[in-house]
């Protein structure tokens, strides 16, 4: 996701509804930039964290309230800025040694990418899932280079 649109999730997007209020498995944005709908998938280990996020504060109370939200405001009540955002994810990076490298939050939407090319997910649903015109523009996104298409004839033994 693009941080514009992470920043507007609330607990309701994640949030299963009733007596269950569990996560849900999935939810569906209206992406800020491309005006598409995105169906976004929880996965197993963000289930994990937002569970661990609603038992560590009160955030769950509201469907209202935002997931990444602003501590100097009332719990939930104002989302953090992109600006914010960014700060944390530099201070987190430094924080465990990635200091030389240039990373932002634009940063880890190419990266989950680039990781997914790498396990086996092709440029095609990586394009779909981007909402990318052609593959030419993905594989560019992920920074695949002459040297990633030549490892990958020692990969395949016929």
Same mark, same amino acid.
């Given at each position: =996701?693009?941080?514009?649109?992470?920043? %507007?999730? !609330?607990?309701?997007?994640?949030? &299963?509804? *009733?007596?269950?209020?569990?996560?849900?498995?999935?939810?569906?944005? %209206?992406?800020?930039?491309?005006?598409?709908?995105? =169906?976004?998938?929880?996965? &197993?280990?963000?289930? !994990?964290?937002?569970?661990?996020?609603?038992?560590?504060?009160?955030? @769950?109370?509201?469907? @209202?309230?935002?997931?990444?939200?602003?501590?100097?405001?009332?719990?939930?009540?104002?989302?953090?800025?992109?600006?914010?955002?960014?700060?944390?994810?530099?201070?987190?990076?430094?924080?465990?040694?990635?200091?030389?490298?240039?990373? *932002?939050?634009?940063?880890?939407? !190419?990266?989950? *990418?680039?990781?997914?090319?790498?396990?086996?997910?092709?440029?095609?649903?990586?394009?779909? &899932?981007?909402?990318?015109?052609?593959?030419?523009?993905?594989?560019?996104?992920?920074?695949?280079?002459?040297? @990633?298409?030549? @490892?990958?004839?020692?990969?395949?033994?016929?």
């Amino acid at each position: =996701m693009r941080i514009g649109d992470l920043l %507007k999730l !609330k607990v309701g997007d994640v949030k &299963k509804a *009733g007596n269950d209020s569990g996560i849900k498995d999935n939810f569906e944005i %209206k992406e800020q930039k491309t005006d598409k709908l995105n =169906m976004v998938e929880i996965n &197993k280990n963000a289930k !994990k964290a937002l569970k661990f996020l609603f038992a560590r504060t009160n955030l @769950d109370n509201s469907f @209202d309230n935002y997931l990444f939200y602003n501590t100097k405001e009332s719990p939930g009540l104002k989302s953090i800025s992109r600006i914010q955002a960014y700060r944390l994810v530099r201070k987190w990076c430094e924080s465990v040694g990635l200091t030389s490298l240039s990373v *932002g939050t634009h940063t880890l939407r !190419k990266t989950f *990418g680039y990781h997914a090319w790498k396990n086996g997910v092709s440029i095609e649903v990586l394009q779909k &899932k981007f909402k990318h015109n052609s593959t030419s523009t993905t594989r560019e996104y992920l920074g695949i280079e002459e040297a @990633d298409v030549k @490892d990958s004839y020692h990969q395949v033994n016929l």
